[in-house]
């Protein structure tokens, strides 16, 4: 099976910090663009942030100067950086990402199964 797992999350005070982690695993062909998005109660999905193979990122205004979006291609894995956070970044967490998988060949986008962030005093 492929599968994404994100870890991270947690309780934090505004303007503090914290790290997300994603790690697909699996039968992959081919990992390309991947991501990250949260859902706040109430409201529906939003991207947060993407980042492709190749390095290149799309961050939401939302947040653009406070997190940043990485990846590390050889171990499958995406992170986010998220800094200064707000109470109105509270939200589940999911990452997202564009694979291929064999057998048959294909491809299939993935969702982890989220991580909470609240931020608050």
């Known amino acids: 099976q492929v599968q994404l797992v994100e870890s991270g999350g947690g309780l934090v005070q505004p303007g503090g910090s914290l790290r997300l982690s994603c790690a697909a695993s699996?039968?992959?062909?081919?990992?390309?663009?991947m991501g990250w998005y949260r859902q706040a109660p109430g409201k529906q999905r939003e991207l947060v942030a993407t980042?492709?193979?190749?390095?290149?990122?799309n961050v939401a205004d939302s947040v653009k100067g406070r997190f940043t979006i990485s990846r590390d291609n050889a171990k499958n894995t995406v992170s986010l950086q998220m800094n200064s956070l707000k109470p109105e970044d509270t939200a589940v967490y999911y990452c997202?990402?564009?694979?291929?998988?064999?057998?048959?060949?294909?491809?299939?986008?993935?969702w982890g199964q989220g991580t909470q962030v609240t931020v608050s005093s």
């Open positions: 980042i492709t193979s190749g390095g290149s990122t």
């Open positions: 997202n990402a564009d694979v291929i998988i064999p057998l048959p060949i294909r491809n299939v986008q993935l």
């Open positions: 699996g039968s992959m062909i081919s990992v390309y663009t």
